[in-house]
């Protein structure tokens, strides 16, 4: 396997792999990684569909991506998806998608076809005071001190930064910045989090820096993330003849390992409650997402909270990651991630509006008008002064095909589950649907004395409890995560957000097909690049912008200086004067 840029590979079709015919794949997992892997061993390693086998233990496929409407509960959106126009291996995926509503399009055409008719950006990023506007004007207001902190962790090398916290390389003059807000509720990044993730965000999205208060630098599907990405990839698996096992629940993965080899022997299962086994040759591929960023995750309803389950569960996803990495060192640490659930977890609830009388307040504050079917927040609205740091988000209506005309979905997510409400006096972690509902109309500024009744009759709210939702932001070393594809594999491979590529960033859905990409390449010998992550952090026009960006504006003359660094600024413009580097500099504003 190896890596490529450019269309001159992006556009061609590899050829046959050698003795595909002959073999055949076990992917465990129906998420985004694993229905990715499924897509590229049928479409770029031609192997036959019927050959291709996903075992999942849940009704229906998905993983963390779903979208669904429960039966007496009501719809439920865990999370959400934010993309980027550089995602190339999923755009390279999508694009042999087809659309499940238009004859002849491809997911990615209907993708790019919306967000430039229907483009992308917030009127409104944050609140306090009950819904009045933050003002944050698109400023960052991070001090120099502050700019030069975040610069220096973006050039610390990786090794560097192994299990350290973000509260090592930051100290207040970024925690207390508008930066801070914008990151640590966009990303989901809690101050105990890694540092080397945190940088490896900065690098990878540092051509996005300017779009990070207004969110102009993100695109959204049309409809949940559940109709929109996954359904397609399905219905693209089935008509090749894709094997979907639902009800399987795949409880470990039994190797035989020499000094030369490791083999993937057995996979033990409990199909439909019934134990057995699939026994392994070296041409049955196993591709085996490990961890679980939604395990053990709960929904509640509007009069019932969401149990929060700290205990990992015997034949889930991290039990399953336990006794596989029991077996080898190279098959990761399972335990750095998910050992204190109290670190990893969050709160999102989905408020599904009734009538119009919450629309007005939405109004107000998005200055949108949330039933037109385009953009409504452009991303989320942070509650600045919200005890549960509580941030919420409209996307275009209606976001499920079901949805009656007239209802609005809301996402709304907290990232102190434990803390007590500013109007509801207790945890998020204890609330009903109805009484966070009720905190988030109080935040909307609703008057006092409509807010229960508003939340019981006009709303119906469904929580859910994300016990292990950031685990993968939790401090690490290289090792902790295994290799798409370990050293001396020559039949499986790991997927998703669980697996290391050093290649990206986690947290994306890049990040899982990518995975899925490369491990389907490298088992197949596939004879054609995996893309390239987006090379923005090598650009220097991506880093002069972002540097001036990250300091709203300023030039670097503008910088508190001490005699002799101005002196030394003032000879270095000299020298430069009259040539292409002064007018690079002038060009991005930096002098």
């Not at 985004?32 to 036959?48: E, H, N, P, S, Y």
């Not at 390389?169 to 509720?185: A, K, P």
């Not at 079901?402 to 102190?416: D, I």
């Not at 434990?418 to 009903?432: L, N």
Request: glycine fraction near 8%; include cysteine; proline fraction near 4%.
């Amino acid at each position: 396997m190896y890596y490529s840029s450019g269309n001159y590979e992006a556009f061609a079709r590899p050829l046959k792999p050698e003795g595909v015919d002959g073999k055949s794949a076990y992917i465990v997992g129906s998420g985004l990684a694993a229905l990715a892997a499924a897509c590229f061993l049928v479409r770029d390693g031609q192997m036959k569909g019927e050959h291709v086998h996903i075992l999942e233990k849940d009704k229906i496929p998905g993983g963390a991506c779903d979208g669904y409407k429960y039966e007496n509960v009501g719809y439920v959106m865990r999370g959400g998806r934010e993309m980027d126009n550089h995602f190339e291996c999923m755009w390279d995926l999508f694009r042999s998608i087809p659309s499940i509503e238009t004859e002849g399009v491809s997911v990615l055409d209907e993708y790019y076809w919306l967000n430039k008719a229907d483009p992308n950006y917030s009127l409104c990023r944050a609140t306090v005071n009950r819904g009045e506007d933050a003002h944050t004007d698109g400023k960052f207001s991070i001090s120099d001190k502050g700019a030069l902190e975040i610069m220096k962790l973006f050039f610390t090398p990786n090794e560097e930064l192994q299990d350290k916290k973000i509260t090592d390389v930051f100290d207040n003059e970024v925690l207390d910045s508008n930066f801070w807000l914008y990151w640590r509720t966009m990303f989901a990044f809690e101050n105990w989090h890694s540092a080397l993730e945190m940088k490896l965000y900065i690098q990878r999205y540092i051509h996005h820096i300017g779009g990070l208060p207004d969110f102009t630098a993100l695109r959204f599907t049309k409809y949940n993330q559940y109709e929109s990405m996954i359904l397609p990839m399905v219905k693209y698996l089935e008509s090749f003849g894709v094997q979907f096992h639902y009800g399987v629940k795949v409880v470990n993965v039994k190797f035989d390992i020499t000094d030369a080899r490791k083999q993937a022997a057995r996979i033990d299962v409990i199909d439909n409650g019934r134990e057995s086994a699939i026994d392994l040759t070296e041409n049955d591929l196993v591709f085996i997402t490990n961890g679980g960023c939604v395990e053990n995750s709960t929904i509640g309803d509007q009069n019932t909270p969401a149990v929060f389950n700290k205990e990992i569960k015997p034949g889930g996803g991290w039990d399953m990651w336990r006794k596989i990495a029991a077996q080898d060192p190279s098959f990761g640490h399972p335990d750095k991630f998910c050992y204190d659930p109290e670190k990893s977890n969050w709160m999102s609830a989905t408020v599904t509006t009734l009538d119009d009388r919450i629309i007005p307040y939405i109004k107000k504050i998005c200055k949108r008008d949330p039933l037109s079917g385009k953009v409504v927040t452009g991303g989320i609205v942070s509650v600045k002064d919200s005890s549960w740091l509580l941030s919420w988000t409209i996307n275009r209506q209606p976001q499920f095909r079901s949805q009656p005309k007239g209802q609005v979905l809301v996402w709304v997510y907290a990232l102190f589950s434990d803390k007590p409400g500013d109007y509801i006096k207790k945890p998020m972690r204890e609330c009903t649907g109805k009484e966070i509902c009720m905190e988030w109309l109080y935040h909307l500024g609703v008057p006092v004395e409509e807010i229960e009744d508003m939340a019981a009759n006009s709303a119906n709210t469904v929580p859910c409890m994300m016990p292990y939702i950031t685990a993968f932001f939790m401090p690490r070393a290289y090792g902790d995560r295994p290799d798409v594809v370990p050293e001396k594999a020559v039949n499986f491979a790991f997927l998703g957000q669980f697996a290391e590529t050093k290649r990206d960033t986690i947290f994306t859905t890049e990040y899982s097909i990518r995975t899925g990409m490369e491990a389907v390449y490298t088992l197949l010998n596939i004879d054609r690049g995996v893309p390239e992550v987006w090379g923005s952090v090598y650009d220097l026009r991506c880093l002069l912008d972002a540097t001036v960006k990250l300091r709203d504006g300023k030039k670097a003359t503008d910088m508190e200086l001490n005699l002799i660094e101005k002196f030394a600024l003032k000879e270095a413009l000299k020298k430069i004067k009259g040539t292409d580097v002064e007018k690079l500099l002038k060009d991005y504003n930096v002098i």
